[in-house]
């Protein structure tokens, strides 16, 4: 275990729903990521978190909305998805952006399927 | 933007021989690049990274090797075992608050 949580693991959604994806850390970490992870692409930085506040929004769209209410939690607030947006959801955490080169360690992912 | 290139996209090796997956960068001031190694079902995990300021880095059977004039790094997995089966990403980074740079993938099948 890498010490990153995710729930659900696995999420079914029509288009017209309201779902949340939650990420939780349990490494004394102070920065927070969201990727999504499509087959055959690289991953996608979606969203980043430094000490609760955002620092990266990579022109994801807005049905994708992002919280973070503390350093050790991280949420996906998803509403009228796209089946284009079906993909695996993953977590990541490191120390703290900008204090060298920090590893980045993963949750399981939550893989989503938008019908 | 940085651009990462990872080649190939699958590689079938007997266990017991070597795996050599490679990888070219774009941007010139990355100076760090780790590889990930992520199994089904699971998170991509950090395996090895390797700085600028090294040109090899050796963790037990795997190691990897940076070229940075010619802005390419490897990873070599020796003597491979059927747990070695898994995706493997090869990634870029400025560092500090410049974001990862992730390859396409490599997926690593050991025939027993």
């Known amino acids: 275990e890498t010490g990153v949580t995710q729930t659900p693991r696995h999420l079914v959604m029509g288009m017209t729903n309201k779902k949340s994806l939650k990420c939780e850390q349990h490494?004394?970490?102070?920065?927070m990521y969201w990727y999504k992870q499509s087959a055959k692409k690289p991953l996608e930085l979606m969203f980043v978190?430094?000490?609760?506040?955002?620092?990266e929004n990579n022109s994801v769209p807005s049905r994708f909305s992002p919280e973070c209410p503390n350093s050790s939690h991280l949420f996906l607030h998803l509403h009228t998805l796209q089946p284009e947006d079906s993909a695996l959801y993953l977590c990541?955490?490191?120390?703290?952006?900008?204090?060298?080169?920090?590893?980045?360690?993963f949750g399981p992912g939550t893989r989503l399927l938008v019908l | 933007g940085e651009n990462v290139e990872q080649h190939p996209s699958t590689l079938s090796v007997q266990e017991g021989d070597s795996a050599v997956i490679k990888c070219t960068y774009s941007d010139s001031a990355s100076n760090y690049f780790p590889w990930y190694k992520q199994e089904l079902g699971k998170g991509p995990q950090l395996i090895i990274d390797i700085r600028s300021n090294v040109g090899e880095k050796k963790d037990q059977r795997i190691a990897v090797t940076l070229n940075k004039t010619a802005k390419h790094f490897s990873l070599h997995i020796t003597e491979t075992q059927p747990e070695d089966s898994a995706v493997y990403f090869c990634a870029a980074s400025r560092g500090g608050y410049q974001k990862v740079t992730f390859g396409t993938g490599t997926k690593l099948q050991v025939i027993p």
């Open positions: 978190y430094n000490f609760k506040e955002q620092t």
């Open positions: 990541a955490s490191s120390q703290a952006q900008g204090q060298g080169y920090e590893t980045q360690y």
């Open positions: 490494l004394g970490h102070n920065a």
